[in-house]
């Protein structure tokens, strides 16, 4: 299983060498971005909003298959034995992160399409054969369409926290290797999701909702760092050698100033304002949460890639 995630540059133990390029860091962006709008729309479903004619529940689901099928193909760019993809398919390994995440990644399509046909468009209940058939189903039956909604949230919950798992299974690479690591990336996504949503969403309702959501996540998000660095700092010198890279080493300005910085206090700031209605909502810290979320999503990569368990001089 784990021969078919070699990427082209095999070299998993020399630190100075890249192992993973774009693709993997895009590829956890989008997982975790869809894995937010999962949640979002799973909540707006269960609440019952999926009968307001503004509901963003409408079109996340549309917008969460071509993200989710961007990542896929990012990830697809980075496997190096592309015609053996298929043997994902044929086993599952309760104790492999890649064969749990090959599975969710196929049960979230299906749950999307679900979504989408709890209140389909005109086109799609027009056009398309049995698509109005299932639309009256759902209709009559409304606590189908709540348990549709828990599952939605469960299973986004699953694909946020699976983005981060894949890397903290890497124990080889001392930055990755923190159990909370998949919790950082849950929350990471759902601020980036709640941010796109606000910024999009058709009903005032929503954008003010989201933006107050989005401001917890962030909150959360910090001081989920802080944890995050705290084992770092109490495990063995490698662990905090790894740290530094992130907080005083080469990969310090990018961490402080994009992830940290633009991509959550400044953002924080704009829309605790907003929120109070001290100044206008704006696409600005939307923006830079977004923005923030994929930085996260590089630094890491990156920064854990030189991450070993030989002291380096890196971090110094």
Wanted: net charge positive.
């Amino acid at each position: 299983m784990n021969e078919l995630y070699s990427t082209r540059n095999n070299n998993l133990i020399d630190p100075y060498v890249h192992v993973w390029g774009w693709e993997i860091p895009v590829y956890l962006f989008l997982g975790g971005f869809v894995a937010g709008m999962m949640m979002i729309s799973g909540y707006f479903i269960f609440k019952g909003r999926y009968k307001e004619e503004k509901c963003s529940c409408h079109y996340l689901p549309v917008i969460s298959i071509i993200a989710l099928s961007l990542g896929m193909f990012a990830l697809f760019l980075d496997i190096e034995y592309k015609v053996h993809v298929w043997r994902f398919y044929t086993t599952f390994q309760v104790t492999s992160p890649m064969s749990w995440g090959s599975w969710i990644l196929i049960l979230v399509y299906p749950a999307l399409i679900i979504m989408l046909l709890i209140n389909p468009n005109y086109f799609l209940k027009e056009k398309i054969p049995y698509v109005k058939k299932i639309n009256e189903f759902f209709s009559k039956h409304p606590y189908l369409v709540k348990n549709i909604g828990i599952g939605n949230m469960i299973l986004g919950g699953m694909l946020g926290i699976y983005t981060g798992i894949l890397l903290s299974s890497l124990v080889a690479r001392p930055l990755w290797n923190s159990s909370i690591l998949g919790m950082l990336f849950l929350i990471s996504g759902l601020s980036s999701a709640a941010a796109f949503v606000h910024m999009i969403a058709k009903d005032r309702y929503e954008r003010e909702l989201l933006a107050k959501a989005d401001n917890g996540f962030l909150i959360i998000e910090l001081f989920i760092f802080l944890l995050f660095f705290i084992g770092l700092f109490t495990a063995t010198q490698v662990h905090i050698d790894a740290a530094n890279l992130l907080l005083n080493g080469p990969y310090a300005p990018v961490f402080w100033v994009f992830v940290i910085g633009l991509g959550i206090i400044i953002p924080l700031i704009i829309q605790s304002l907003a929120v109070n209605h001290k100044i206008q909502h704006t696409a600005l810290a939307p923006i830079l949460v977004i923005l923030g979320g994929l930085f996260l999503r590089f630094v890491i990569v990156e920064a854990g890639q030189y991450s070993t368990w030989i002291t380096t001089t890196l971090a110094k």
